[in-house]
Structures are given as C-alpha cells and as structure tokens.
C-alpha cells in the first residue's frame, strides 16, 4: 500500500485522494491519517486496513446516493424503506471476483505465478456453479453444491481439498480486515476419501535406459537432447528445464550444475539446491546446448515460466518414452532408476540424498563442507561406461 504513504519528520501518514463524485460529501479533498510509526512495515498494514475500511464507507456513499434516485420508482413509505435497505446492503458488498482480487493484490506479493493461476482457476469455477454471489451472502449451501459439482465432474479428493483451501483463504482473508461476514463456510467439508488407486512409477531398467540413449543421443532438436541432459544426472524435469548457462561449469569433458532457485523455476525443497554432476552423454548434450545458447536459459524453446510449462512438456516426454519403451515408463522414472543405479555401485548413502537432492537423513549430514565436485563426478562416473567420470 506504498501508494497511500507519505512521510514527514521520519513518521508516516496514510493519504488519500477523495473521488470527485464523492467530494461534495467531505470536508476536504484529501483524506490525511497520522499511523505514529516510523517502521514502513508498520505503516504498511495500517494503511492496508483504512484503505479497505475507506473503501467500504465509500461503497456505502455511493449505494446511499444511487438508492436516494432509485426510491421514486417505488409507491408507498415501507415499499420504499425496504428498496433502500435491500439495494444499500448489495451495493456495498464484496462479490467473489472482487474478494480473489483483493486477496491476490496481497498474498501474491513474492509468490511465484502458479499461486495467482491457481487462484484464479479455483474462483472462476466457484463463481460458475453458484453465480458471482457475495462474500456476505455465501453459505453452506453454496459450498455443498461446489463440492457436489466437482464430484459429478469426477474431480479427486486432493483436487477438491486444494479448492477448498483456497476459498477458505479468501474468505479468511476479508475476516482479518474486521469485516462482518458469517462463519466461514468453506471450512470442514466433508470430502471422499482418497482412492489408493496409483500404481507406483516404476525405475526405467538399465536396458531401457540403454534404448533411449541409442534412439536419442544422436538427434538434432531441443527436446531430445534434454532427454540425455536428465538421462545420467537424476534432476526432477523442473530442474532440467530451468537450467541456466550461467549455473553451468566445465570440469574437464565434464559439466556441474549449481542448481539453485532462479527466475525461471523454484525448487522443491531445501535439499533441492545442489551440486549436479553432468557426464557422458548427458555432458556432450548440455555442451551441444551451450555451443547454442551460450547464455540465459539452456532450453529456451521450453524454459519460460517452467513450472508453468511443466505437465506439457512432461506429456510430450513421455509419449515419446511410450513410443520407444511401451507402457509404463516416464520420464520421472529415470529419477527413480538414479537412485537405484547408485545404490548398485555401492555409493554412500549419504553421497546418494546430495545427489539426488534427497531429504538428508542423520545428524552428521549437516556437519561439514559435504562433497567436492571431483568426488560426486566420481561417484557417478560408476554407473557409466568406463571413463566417462574422468577429470583432466
């Protein structure tokens, strides 16, 4: 709410300009509020409330002055005393859409953009299946008939949850500015039960990792040669799309990847941020992609907004590991193959979770500078071709 600050002799004050067809209504043209606080912080929340509570009085203005001009259309005194009480309280209350936007103008500040699509997505189908209805008028009932609709559409329990989270956020949101609304009717929905009905992705073998090197590694084009960038390297496909030049650095024949957050793509846990080794076949398609794009992202045809991107070029990926493995296999299945590659080869346990950017287990794990880049180079040049680990 930085617009509505001012600051004189280090405190601040909160100012607002009065709308022109509200001026005739206030003693001045500006409304000027002394916070007592030298903290932007501070300053910051306050500003936020007397923004909505000014917000809200001027809705209710204008409602008054718009009801004043509607009264002379209805006959009798209580015919029209019930016009003006009926029309005043919809004209001053939050629709839905306004409500998200409110809330988004807010909890968005530093989020990444799935936080704002998801939103948007989980209001627009709550808006379609019981009308764009206020927040001081939306019930049990309406959150019922939400969650009766997504079961007819045979949405999943987890899917529905995560609706339900958001709508009750919102809400939540406009109760903590000290607007009177009723209970929150999002809250405690009962829900079916999640079905445990998905089968486990399953490790590639070595064999079929052995095939897609074969039918790949020699192909010209962007998406092939990220399949060989996450052939040997164990990266989420998250990971391996919003890779940047700048992250990469040569050892040899050899590459690492300082994996860290980046504008493009966020990462999924704290044990994510990591040092990536890159050999064999993978080390001469990241090369092939750098001779290319020497700077920025590495697969620009895909790098932007990735975590945006994710499911469509994962829907690509594995059309084509069906085509060349059959049913079953995925491109997070070479991940899970990482993982039981270097369990093989007797690499330490320890070694594995810093690879794989994996939870680490045990107190000792915190202990220390962890590996060098010579070392991981090391412990996965054993589930490649002899050689391809060296370091000159």
Known sequence: MAAYLMQKRGFYYFTRKVPLDLIDLHTSGRIQIALRTKSRKE???????????????????RAEVSTRQLVRFFKGQEAKQDAVESLSAKLTETSFKEAAAGYLRERAIGRDQRFTVSTNRTISRYVEVTGNVSLERSSR?????????????GFSPSTMKRHFAIL?????FFEDTGAALPKNPFRRIALPQEPNLRRPRRPLTEEEIQVLEERFSSRDDELSRLIMLLLHT???LSEGLGVLAEECRPIGQNFIIQLAPNELRRLKTASSRRIVPVLGVSARALRNQLALHPTGPVFPKYATQPDMKRVTV???LNSRFKVALGSGATVHGLRHAFRDRLRAAEVPSEAVDFLGGWA???????????YSAEQLISYVSRILPCGCGTVS
């Open 43 to 61: 300053a910051g929340m306050l500003a936020t409330f007397l923004n909505a509570e000014l917000e809200k009085k001027w809705r209710e203005l």
């Open 360 to 370: 680490r287990r045990g107190v000792g794990a915190s202990y220390g500078d962890g």
């Open 314 to 316: 994962s829907q690509l």
């Open 141 to 153: 009932e309406h959150a019922l008939k939400f969650r009766e609709d997504m079961i007819s559409r």
């Open 234 to 236: 164990g990266m989420r």
């Open 168 to 172: 009750a956020a919102v809400y939540a």
